[in-house]
């Protein structure tokens, strides 16, 4: 079965502090890598998504992400935190036909101003 | 356009009693799933469907959980007689069927149950 690792619960930083979030994955075969995010009384929003080609991934607001084969990674980025990052970040996968995504347990992040 | 809409958005309720929750999908779109969220814990699928059948209910917890679709447009989740622990936030996304992992969320459904 699919399963996916957050390596974080929770992450404090402050505003400019550069940011990665670790994301491992479980799975035999051809994935398909999403990050998502939901903003405090939001929904959840995609910030960008992996199903083939280039290992790196850019996305909405200046995130980025990693597609490591090897090691079954899809890290998550930004150089630069703002505060209006302060949210919860989900990594999550399909197989490469699959329909129903596999979230880890998220990743809070709050941003000092 | 309209995203996914979910009602209500909170909903608490005591042991034993149904609650019965909404989702509208975005129009057009054939998939539509629920997810919940257990406090503290990951989002879990419950069920998958294309227009009005269900594709794929591995997720189901039990059958006091039943969710239907007809007509393929919204959906309806209950939940009779309802236990503590479904306590959690329940979502609801959809995606077109030409648009690979285009899912678009609702903002959940809060069920407590005490």
């Known amino acids: 079965a699919q399963s996916v690792s957050q390596h974080n619960h929770h992450v404090i930083l402050s505003e400019a502090a550069s940011l990665e979030l670790g994301c491992n994955y479980s799975y035999g075969g051809t994935v398909n890598l999403f990050w998502y995010v939901q903003y405090p009384g939001q929904h959840l929003q995609l910030l960008l998504k992996y199903f083939s080609g280039d290992p790196l991934v850019k996305g909405i607001k200046g995130f980025e992400a990693e597609f490591i084969k090897s090691k079954f990674s899809f890290n998550l980025r930004k150089p630069s935190v703002q505060w209006s990052d302060t949210a919860e970040y989900f990594c999550?996968?399909?197989?490469?036909?699959?329909?129903?995504?596999?979230f880890g347990a998220g990743t809070i992040l709050r941003v000092k101003s | 356009e309209a995203g996914v809409t979910q009602f209500p958005s909170h909903s608490v309720i005591e042991k034993g009693q149904t609650v019965t929750l909404r989702c509208d999908p975005i129009s057009g779109h054939d998939n539509l799933y629920w997810y919940r969220r257990v406090m503290g814990k990951e989002i879990k699928f419950l069920l998958h469907?294309?227009?009005?059948?269900?594709?794929?209910e591995s997720g189901m917890p039990n059958n006091r959980f039943l969710a239907e679709r007809t007509g393929g447009t919204y959906s309806t989740l209950k939940v009779q007689p309802a236990e503590l622990e479904d306590s959690g936030v329940y979502f609801c996304a959809s995606s077109h069927r030409r648009v690979r992992g285009g899912y678009t969320f609702g903002s959940g459904t809060r069920l407590t149950v005490v």
């Open positions: 469907f294309v227009k009005e059948s269900k594709q794929d």
């Open positions: 999550a996968v399909t197989g490469e036909y699959g329909n129903k995504l596999v």
